[in-house]
């Protein structure tokens, strides 16, 4: 267990995610987790939930803790940081979850001697099955970013990579499940078309992509290979496969994904 205190700063679904995880697989006590936002109402479904300690403002929560996560929106970044900064412990860890905020920024922020781990986790940490990048900066020690790991572990999965990595990490875990809800969304609009109701064609859509993503990484096996274990010769997915293919599937996707990672290195700062 660890027993470091951890701060949020934001209140949002992915503190939800993150403190729900910790909570969950016993990381952490719940006494060792604080939480600021500005809406009390998310403070009290934090507290009546997780049981755990409320701060009056962001400033109070920095000064007691030693891994800040913070969970605040890109475009507000700048300014909580600048808040936060005389009160900061000295070997705090800093935890950001902020899309396009480079680590030479929040060294700027926050200062050059200040530990610091940049992430991007996504939505299906909500249910325990997120993917997590990491990347410290030179100052984080092997011991730290071990518990880090730990972390984001409790709520799914984590590798570390190199920052400049981060771009291509949006664009294929960050923000691909939009992507699979509408595969999934159109594959159930095809059962419904041809006579499924709808409430039967979402569990039958969601399952088959659940478990398709499960046999990818249990099994070990290329995606191609478990594609053509499925096309039998002259079968009924194969005949899906040559339609999807006719109509530029693959591309699509491909240049959807590009077009996010460009969006990505766009906005960075």
């Known amino acids: 267990m660890i027993t470091k205190k951890m701060g949020f700063i934001g209140a949002g679904n992915m503190s939800y995610a993150i403190v729900g995880g910790l909570l969950k697989a016993k990381l952490i006590a719940s006494e060792n987790i604080v939480v600021s936002n500005r809406s009390s109402r998310k403070l009290e479904k934090f507290q009546n939930e997780f049981g755990i300690t409320v701060a009056k403002d962001s400033k109070e929560l920095a000064g007691q803790v030693d891994f800040l996560v913070m969970a605040v929106k890109p475009n507000v ?4 940081a600048k808040e936060i900064l005389p009160y900061l ?3 705090v860890v800093i935890i950001s979850i902020a899309a396009g905020i480079s680590i030479a920024n929040m060294e700027i922020l926050f200062g050059e001697d200040k530990k610091i781990v940049r992430t991007m986790p996504n939505t299906p940490s909500l249910v325990g099955e997120g993917m997590s990048a990491l990347c410290p900066n030179a100052h984080v020690t092997g011991s730290e970013m071990l518990e880090v790991e ?5 709520f799914g999965k984590s590798q570390t990579i190199p920052e400049a990595l981060f ?4 664009g294929v875990a960050g923000s691909s499940p939009a992507y699979v809800f509408m ?3 159109a594959m159930a609009d095809a059962a419904v078309a041809s006579g499924m109701p709808r409430d039967q064609a979402y569990p039958f859509a969601s399952q088959a992509v659940y478990g398709a993503a499960k046999l990818v990484m249990e099994s070990g096996k290329h995606p191609g290979e478990l594609k053509d ?3 039998s010769p002259g079968g009924t997915t194969i005949e899906a496969v040559m339609a999807l293919e006719k109509n530029g599937f693959r591309g699509a996707v491909m240049e959807g994904t590009q077009a996010c ?3 990505s290195i766009a906005m960075e700062k």
């Open 261 to 263: 990672i460009s969006k």
């Open 89 to 91: 412990k000295k070997d």
């Open 229 to 231: 274990m499925v096309c």
């Open 150 to 154: 730990q972390l984001f572990n409790s």
């Open 77 to 80: 970044f700048d300014q909580v």
């Open 183 to 185: 595969f999934i969304e």
């Open 167 to 170: 771009h291509s990490v949006i």
